[in-house]
């Protein structure tokens, strides 16, 4: 329906548009042809009667006459005679012409409007206009100045109307094409909006399709093209694969999560059975509670993570924020798990002085420590740990880096999402989350955890957090 009234609202304003555009340029044509045709009919006007002097001469006695001629004009005029050559256009294109005397007696010749134009004194060369019923005529009067002719004038007289039955034609022709074409450019738009429109439609069933099927798999196809339509389309798409990737992640997270959960549970069921089928010393009492201690443990640290990542999602106030000092959090954290010295590994670390950063200190102090174990745990015998904490580029940066076995190219992006764990990650000792963790806590304070690293010589674990 909205579809509809889109595509008619359209072809409506682009109608009316057109009829504005078409009337305006008819009134202008219009407008300039008629100023060119007035001025056309005075010219004619005025060339007819010029050519029309030449045809009146007058003769003092008959006999000077060549008689032979026999279609000219013989008027008696004073002591002589005027000839009118047959040539004298009186009447032409509705242009006509008569001779007149000085006192307004009109000798040869036709005027329509003779008596309406008796009143309206000769004026040699001029163009006048009258008004006789609503209709405008122009007068061209032109005094002949020949021997005997001195007091008799030519007056030709045109009705302005000449023309008006000329633009009357272009106004019969435009009263039907105006229509015809308004008809064509309405049937035209509709169709090419209905065209324009069509991807839309496409884009509407298959969002339907989604909704209804939930099936995140399906994609907007609406062939080659590289319109705002297209660019729209593919936006969805593009929407379309993040939800989807989103939904899988989200999929595969439970998917792992309960597998996780289900291993020490069996333990734990196993472990009581074992302990229930026969009376137990106290010394294998306490043994199986410890396995099952351990396997809580396990269940336990995995469920919190589990409700972090949901806490860290979904952007909770359960992590509130502080101006935290980075450099003493780097500080006291470090001077602790220097004491690790696991595998004879030694920690160092260089911290810009007052770096304070509004965050969550709890969680940044996490990710710090996800990311130092790792470089313990993946580091190498007598390696070294460097950590370092330094402002640049308006970015707070922090980067922990060390000398162990180091990731491959591949599985460098990999690392980063939940469970996984890298073939070079001795099985049972992590779940596969702290880097997903990090990554996590990192963009909950608008940055990010990037990793460079080299097999076999170490890797470069760095937080950039954008400074306000
Ligand atoms: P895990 O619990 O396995 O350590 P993490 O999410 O912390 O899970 O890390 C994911 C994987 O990334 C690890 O299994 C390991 O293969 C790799 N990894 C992490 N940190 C390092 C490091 N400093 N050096 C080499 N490999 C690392």
Redesign the pocket.
């Known amino acids: 329906m909205k579809r509809l009234s889109i595509r008619f609202r359209i072809t409506f304003w682009f109608t009316a548009a057109l009829i504005l555009v078409v009337l305006f340029t008819y009134v202008a044509i219009f407008f300039v042809s008629d100023q060119i045709l007035q001025k056309t009919i005075r010219d004619n006007l005025i060339e007819i009667v010029e050519d029309n002097v030449d045809e009146v001469e007058f003769y003092q006695s008959i006999a000077d006459v060549n008689l032979s001629d026999d279609v000219d004009h013989f008027i008696r005029y004073g002591e002589g005679y005027l000839e009118i050559d047959d040539d004298f256009l009186d009447a032409v294109n509705q242009v006509y012409t008569a001779l007149y005397q000085e006192d307004d007696v009109l000798l040869y010749g036709e005027n329509p409007i003779s008596r309406q134009v008796s009143g309206v004194g000769f004026a040699d060369g001029h163009v006048q206009h009258i008004h006789v019923d609503d209709r405008k005529y122009y007068i061209f009067d032109r005094k002949l100045t020949e021997d005997g002719l001195e007091e008799l004038w030519l007056r030709g007289v045109v009705s302005e109307e000449q023309g008006t039955v000329q633009n009357s034609t272009l106004i019969q022709i435009s009263i039907i094409f105006l229509p015809l074409l308004v008809l064509l450019a309405s049937v035209g738009g509709y169709w090419i909006a209905a065209r324009a429109l069509g991807p839309i439609q496409e884009i509407c069933r298959t969002a339907d399709q989604i909704g209804r099927e939930n099936d995140l798999k399906k994609r907007i196809d609406l062939g080659g093209g590289q319109d705002e339509l297209h660019q729209l389309a593919d936006s969805f798409n593009d929407m379309f694969e993040k939800l989807d990737k989103a939904f899988e992640a989200e999929r595969q997270f439970t998917s792992n999560a309960s597998h996780e959960l289900r291993t020490p549970m069996s333990v734990i069921l196993a472990q009581c059975e074992y302990i229930l089928e026969e009376p137990r010393t106290a010394g294998e009492y306490e043994e199986a509670l410890k396995v099952i201690q351990r396997q809580g443990k396990k269940m336990s640290g995995l469920i919190n993570d589990m409700l972090d990542f949901a806490r860290l999602d979904s952007h909770s106030d359960r992590y509130g924020k502080e101006n935290v000092s980075v450099t003493e959090l780097v500080t006291s954290v470090c001077t602790d798990m220097a004491l690790i010295r696991e595998k004879g590994i030694s920690l160092r670390f260089d911290a810009e002085n007052d770096v304070t950063f509004y965050g969550n200190r709890e969680l940044l102090s996490r990710l710090l420590i996800?990311?130092i174990?790792?470089?313990y745990?993946?580091?190498r015998e007598d390696g070294h740990i460097f950590v370092r904490l330094w402002l640049g580029n308006g970015k707070l940066c922090l980067s922990?880096a060390?000398d162990?076995?180091?990731?491959d190219r591949e599985?460098q992006q990999k690392?980063?999402r939940?469970?996984?764990?890298?073939?070079?990650?001795r099985s049972g000792?992590?779940?596969?989350?702290?880097?997903?963790?990090?990554q996590e806590i990192a963009r909950f304070h608008g940055g990010e955890v990037i990793?460079e690293?080299t097999p076999g010589k170490?890797?470069v674990?760095t937080l950039t957090l954008p400074m306000p």
């Open positions: 996800n990311l174990s790792n470089a745990r993946y580091g922990v060390d162990g076995i180091g990731i599985e690392i980063f939940r469970f996984y764990q890298a073939d070079n990650s000792i992590g779940l596969g989350l702290g880097l997903s963790m990090a990793v690293s170490g890797s674990f």
